[in-house]
């Protein structure tokens, strides 16, 4: 028996070594060797340069800002700069706030209805119904008795132009009682 287990590995480890031996003979040990080729070098054609092309000179760029909007600032600034020279003011009322404007008194009139309105320099102005009035493209839609209404355009956070009214009212005077004649 004794013979048979020494006979039994001796036969396990032959095997092993043959296994190992074609393993690695079918895949070999070094890499292959590529002969380099010689590629030939390629001569470049270069045509004859015409001596009209190099007496002649090209004209210079120059950048004209004139016309066109700053690149640096934002396009929402851009557009409200257009919007205020575009709206120049066309009567001496446009040039003043609203706050700075001062009423001073109303005239019923058959069939219509006149305010008087001061700027800050004290020069008095006929104010009806459909004047233009105020920075904000402001115009007068109703005359009350004691005050006019204006509606103003703005630009809400979304950037929409949207209308208010604003009243102007008549100041009341000390000594007069809350009472207007």
Do not use: W
Not at 26 to 51: F, I, L, M, N
């Amino acid at each position: 028996m004794l013979k048979n287990s020494s006979v039994e590995k001796n036969l396990s480890t032959s095997l092993m070594i043959v296994s190992l031996l074609l393993v690695f003979g079918s895949t070999g040990c070094g890499k292959e060797e590529v002969a380099p080729t010689r590629v030939a070098p390629v001569k470049k054609v270069v045509a004859p340069v015409e001596t009209a092309m190099t007496t002649e000179k090209m004209p210079e760029y120059v950048y004209s800002p004139a016309g066109k909007r700053d690149p640096f600032k934002t396009f929402i600034e851009s557009v409200t700069e257009k919007k205020e020279r575009a709206a120049a003011p066309v009567s001496p009322l446009q040039s003043y706030d609203l706050n700075t404007l001062r009423l001073v008194g109303i005239m019923m009139l058959p069939g219509k209805k006149v305010a008087i309105v001061e700027d800050p320099s004290g020069k008095g102005y006929h104010v009806k119904v459909g004047t233009h009035i105020g920075l904000n493209d402001g115009v007068v839609v109703e005359i009350l008795k004691d005050e006019v209404i204006v509606e103003e355009k703005y630009l809400d956070e979304t950037l929409q132009t949207k209308a208010r009214k604003v009243s102007v009212k008549i100041p009341k005077e000390e000594g007069q009682g809350g009472e207007v004649r």
